[in-house]
């Protein structure tokens, strides 16, 4: 996909893309029903009716003051799919929004032609000396890769307990001067996606990648964006149990498949 990034003039509102996906998905989750949900620490888990799971991250930093608890909690297992889906545009939170992303995740089908490629993500972006890249959500894992490769890397990061918080102008000058963004997927779910994408200049590449990511390519067709990095749930057994016991991607990885999805 070329995106003609310097002589934009359309700005990208808040929620475009959940509102896309949930238009997208929505006949997908026609006559399919919830069979379970769990709410971890660092997880979301939505499984259906027809043996399809879905996955997305809980943003617990990003949670509203005093919001311990979901009041409708005992009454979703049963209920269809749709009205979980509709988290994606009506959610007051990212608790809420990931609930519709889980569910979404869980509806979307891979065409056997777009079954992407299970190597780490930055692999297919041609890192080398003199590249600036842009990090928007800390990946740790992948710091020391990304600046072996010789690029020059900046990241911007919400969380303070995280690492050192880059200043407005500092953030901004990275996002408009990178030759290559690799976003977290889950600026969908705090709603800063757009807005991120917004304030970029004109990158060959911009990667969105995260369990979270929805692997559906066409929604993201008026964006910048030339990748997709994400996942599909290989053993569901072990990824609920693990999203009840509290754990995190490191724990979920070897019961994850990981998909990269290039857009055309």
Known sequence: ?????????????TGTILSELNEKITPAAKNRKIIDLRIGLGYIGVSLDNGSMGIAAVLLNDLPHRCTVVPEAGSFAGSPAADLLKYLVTGKNSLEIGIGLATANALIELPSSDAGDDREATTFLNLQKGIKVVMVGLFAPLVARIRASGAELRIIERNPARMEILNDAAQNDALKSCDVAILTATTLLNNTFEETINKLGAPRAVLLMGPSTPLTPEIFRNTPVTHLGGAVVADSKRVMKIISEGGGTPALRPYLRFVNLIRK
């Open 1 to 13: 996909m070329t995106v003609a990034r310097k002589n934009k003039t359309t700005m990208l509102k």
